[in-house]
């Protein structure tokens, strides 16, 4: 079993010898992304699921979570952070800019015309009904609360469909056995935004489920439900199912997934008016895999849904299965910050992509 110095000298080996540029290409769809490592967050861990968006035409990364001394495996303590990195140009360095609220990660963030949303999300003790704002002052970037959810929320998803926020699924408690089948919506143009709770998806509940804005419409599915076993622990099972939610016309399921796809690239990256793109994912095909410290990493393959032809095709590879990520649109590209790249590991590396149709 490595020690996390070694594992980390094998993956800064692995890094240097991969091409930080690589084209994924679809003649079917006639969509290529074109994609690029930008400079790697300065932190040796990297961070699992942060808040990140734009503000001011620069990319914010802050929060999120990471094991720093030493791997699950090998007893390491998983730890929540507060601070909060601005990159502003492709090609600068990144800086230190003021800290969230407190230490927090796995919530959903979504860049709007008045800044960065971040809802909900968890630290080490509880799960939270926090909502703010990020903004950016001068040049620090500054957080102002909003309305709280109407309950605690960690590893939920959400998208932002014209001016409304959509959030659905995730859990309530650290020590949950059981996911929620909740569907709240903030509208952004109102002068003081409230959450309303509205019908929720017809499908299981589920947490870490993909969620897109495409069409007109809010799309919700796949990611994980949650039971208890004999011991109490929670346990998972993998989903596939799909559903579209229209504003005045309700939900209506669409094509499946054709695999499972917990803690994907979210919000899901979408490309012209009626195709968003799942990357990576956990499929469940690896878990409990043995030993940790090989594990191959996650779903490689890209899957593109249409919604003109309600179908999904697969479209190429990731360059690193990165999970629990936020996938944040700056500059004519998608970028990944970071993120899980196995169970345990976080990367502090930093994809893009270009797609072009």
């Known amino acids: 079993m490595y020690s996390q110095s070694k594992f980390c000298i094998i993956l800064g080996l692995l890094a240097t010898m991969a091409c930080s540029c690589m084209t994924t290409t ?23 699921s942060p808040f990140a968006g734009v503000l001011n035409d620069k990319l914010i990364v802050a929060g999120g979570a990471n094991f720093p001394d030493a791997p699950p495996w090998e007893g390491g303590k998983k730890l929540w952070h507060d601070s909060i990195f601005i990159l502003s140009e492709p090609t600068g360095k990144w ?16 860049t709007t015309p008045r800044g960065i949303v971040c809802i909900g999300g968890s630290d080490a003790v509880q799960h939270y009904r926090d909502v703010f704002l990020l903004e950016m002052i001068g040049d620090e970037v500054r957080s102002k609360p909003l309305a709280s959810l109407p309950r605690p929320l960690s590893y939920s998803s959400g998208a932002l469909l014209g001016n409304v926020i959509y959030v659905a699924g995730g859990t309530e408690e650290a020590t949950a056995t059981n996911t929620l089948n909740n569907f709240w919506a903030l509208d952004l143009s109102e002068v003081k935004p409230v959450w309303r709770e ?64 917990v803690g994907s690239a979210f919000p899901a990256p979408s490309i012209g008016k009626s195709t968003f793109l799942v990357l990576s994912g956990d499929d469940g ?7 940790p410290s090989a594990h191959p990493g996650f779903a490689k393959d890209i899957l ?20 629990t990520v936020p996938a944040v649109h700056w500059r004519g590209r998608y970028v990944l910050p970071n993120g899980e790249i196995r169970p345990g590991v976080r990367t502090p590396d930093v994809w893009s992509f270009r797609a072009s149709e």
């Open 26 to 48: 679809d003649t079917s769809l006639n969509l290529t992304l074109k994609w690029e490592k930008l400079p790697p967050i300065p932190d040796p861990s990297g961070f699992g």
């Open 95 to 110: 800086k230190k800019s003021g800290t969230l609220p407190r230490p927090m990660g796995y919530g959903v963030s979504v």
């Open 285 to 291: 095909t690896k878990l409990g895999f043995q030993p």
């Open 304 to 323: 593109a849904y249409n919604s003109k032809t309600d179908s999904w095709k697969s479209i190429g590879e990731v360059p690193l299965t990165q999970v």
């Open 198 to 261: 509205i019908e929720p998806c017809p499908g299981p509940s589920r947490m870490l489920g993909v969620a897109a804005a495409i069409d007109g419409a809010f799309y919700f599915g796949g990611g994980s439900s949650l039971t208890g076993d004999a011991a109490g622990k929670p346990v998972r099972k993998y989903l596939t199912d799909m559903y579209r939610y229209q504003p005045g016309a309700g939900w209506k399921r669409v094509a499946d997934l054709p695999r499972p796809a």
